[in-house]
Antibody
Framework: EVQLVESGGGLVQPGRSLRLSCAAS????????MQWVRQVPGKGLEWVSGMSWSTNWNGGSIGYADSVKGRFTISRDNAKNSLYLQMNSLRPEDTAIYYCARRGLGLANDYWGQGSLVTVSS | QSALTQPPSASGSPGQSITISCTGT?????????VSWYQQHPGKAPKLMIY???KRPSGVPDRFSASKSGNTASLTVSGLQAEDEADYYC??????????FGGGTKLTVL
């Protein structure tokens, strides 16, 4: 059974940093691209970032939403079946539930985690 | 462009059919056949319902169908059931490893 479990969320002050983790199981992690999607409670989904199966020169590709580019960094450790999102210079508008998702069928997110709430407030 | 355009709400009675539209541009929906649709119940994670414009993942009822014409994608739910009441989001690839979601449509089953 595919499982994605996010962790690392919480309350953080504006301008500070936070690192989210996503532990994957139930599938061959390094065969899949992965994504982060966020959702302000009560609002819509926003794609944040995604990366392909590898960061090696022959297989790596990374994308960021304009709203987080330069502040957030996505990474993965295939040996640990884990995806990460390093979030720096956090702003109140970054407050949201952050979902980890597997990019599978037809570039769609076919499995999602339960989400991790990040609250940016003083 | 901050989001694909969806109607904020839609409704129908049990057994009826409804269609939700999703309008983008020639840079996303109009240029790629990587349109997907997600269903989200309150307090739950989104669930993939449609990928590559009109394909259903295993386990999704065939009451859910979708299509695309030009810059607009559409999701049709036939034979509405109470459990179909949820928020629905479209999404499209837009090149350069970037993606975009729609603003979401709240479907109410009357």
């Amino acid at each position: 059974e595919v499982q994605l479990v996010e962790s690392g969320g919480g309350l953080v002050q504006p301008g500070r940093s936070l690192r989210l983790s996503c532990a994957a199981s139930g599938f061959t992690f390094d065969n899949y691209a992965m994504q982060w999607v966020r959702q302000v409670p009560g609002k819509g989904l926003e794609w944040v970032s995604g990366m392909s199966w590898s960061t090696n020169w022959n297989g790596g590709s990374i994308g960021y939403a304009d709203s987080v580019k330069g502040r957030f960094t996505i990474s993965r450790d295939n040996a640990k079946n884990s995806l990460y999102l390093q979030m720096n210079s956090l702003r109140p508008e970054d407050t949201a539930i952050y979902y980890c998702a597997r990019r599978g069928l037809g570039l769609a997110n076919d499995y999602w985690g339960q989400g991790s709430l990040v609250t940016v407030s003083s | 462009q901050s989001a694909l355009t969806q109607p904020p709400s839609a409704s129908g009675s049990p057994g009826q059919s409804i269609t939700i539209s999703c309008t983008g541009t020639s840079s996303d929906i109009g240029n790629y056949n990587y349109v997907s649709w997600y269903q989200q119940h309150p307090g739950k994670a989104p669930k993939l319902m449609i990928y590559e414009v009109n394909k259903r993942p295993s386990g999704v009822p065939d009451r859910f169908s979708a299509s695309k014409s030009g810059n607009t994608a559409s999701l049709t739910v036939s034979g509405l059931q109470a459990e179909d009441e949820a928020d629905y989001y479209c999404s499209s690839y837009r090149g350069s490893d970037k993606y975009i979601f729609g603003g979401g449509t709240k479907l109410t089953v009357l």
